[in-house]
């Protein structure tokens, strides 16, 4: 397989892990400018970043159909680029249910977790750029590292965001729709946390 061929799908990834950070970015400032009377425009904006994450996904798909010599394996291409594809899809869902919920006020801690999410995006682009030379990298495993660090650091926010909610949020329909809020919050950082078990799966089956 030439090197031309065999650059698709790492530079697939790259424009996966690089959709990722958009949304995780979009869906900050949909939280740090809040308002509610525009929430519909932002996850229509949200929603043309997922549509192109899901092209990539379909593009990598049928250019895997068609070959006949991969640099990796299949199911580990194909594991990969759902893993990255599941990042954004979790991201929208989140402003979804926002949308749905018909939140009116903006929580403090939900941009604590947004925060650690942008970064957690961020260092899942810079593992994608790493991994195509995995064979050599010396900062692929730092990369995965930090992912792992930042998903237990959303954890963390998580459950202290949830304990404030359920003691000091005296209205049940608060309560229900933030906790809906902040578990679909933490599942993005833990479809980070995916994207770099897959790439440590693979790196320990190539090496």
């Given at each position: 397989m030439s090197k031309k061929q065999d650059a698709f799908y790492f530079d697939?990834?790259?424009?996966c892990a690089s959709c990722a950070c958009e949304a995780a970015h979009y869906l900050e400032e949909a939280f740090k400018n809040f308002d509610p009377e525009h929430l519909h425009e932002k996850l229509d904006g949200l929603h043309q970043v997922e549509h192109a994450a899901d092209g990539k996904k379909h593009e990598l798909s049928n250019v895997l159909a068609r070959a006949f010599i991969t640099p990796i394996e299949r199911e580990d291409i194909i594991l990969l680029s759902q893993s990255l594809d599941e990042v954004v899809d979790k991201i929208e869902d989140v402003l979804v249910r926002m949308y749905c919920n018909n939140i009116q006020v903006m929580r403090p801690d939900a941009i604590e977790l947004g925060a650690v999410l942008i970064r957690c995006c961020e260092e899942v682009r810079m593992l994608m750029n790493e991994f195509s030379d995995f064979?050599?990298?010396?900062?692929?495993r730092e990369h995965i590292i930090h992912i792992n660090t930042m998903e237990e650091q959303a954890d963390k926010l998580f459950i202290a965001a949830m304990r404030k909610l359920h003691t000091t949020c005296t209205d049940p329909i608060v309560i229900i729709t933030w906790r809906e809020i902040y578990i679909y919050l933490e599942k993005c950082a833990d479809a980070c946390e995916h994207v770099a078990d897959a790439v440590e799966s693979i790196v320990m089956k190539n090496t």
């Open positions: 697939n990834f790259i424009a064979h050599h990298s010396k900062k692929l």
